[in-house]
């Protein structure tokens, strides 16, 4: 396999797990967010809202790979 490609197909990756990383931050930070109690409900709130910026942001950079060099 060519360099090129291997980075492409590492990077790929990457990306793909990013977006599993925010699905899972979601999935998890949506009932933890009512289930636990008052200090800890806000870090899992903020987990949720990490998780779909994670998962908006990986799946921009699968469709568009090169979308922030410029």
């Excluded at 109690?37 to 910026?53: M, R, T």
């Amino acid at each position: 396999m060519p360099l090129r490609a291997a980075w492409s197909y590492n990077v790929t990756l990457f990306h793909w797990l990013v977006v599993v990383a925010g699905i899972a931050l979601v999935t998890w930070g949506l009932p933890a967010a009512h289930r636990m109690k008052s200090p800890f409900d806000c870090l899992a709130a903020l987990a949720v809202l990490a998780g779909v910026i994670a998962g908006l942001l990986g799946t921009l950079l699968i469709a568009v790979p090169d979308f922030f060099k410029g």
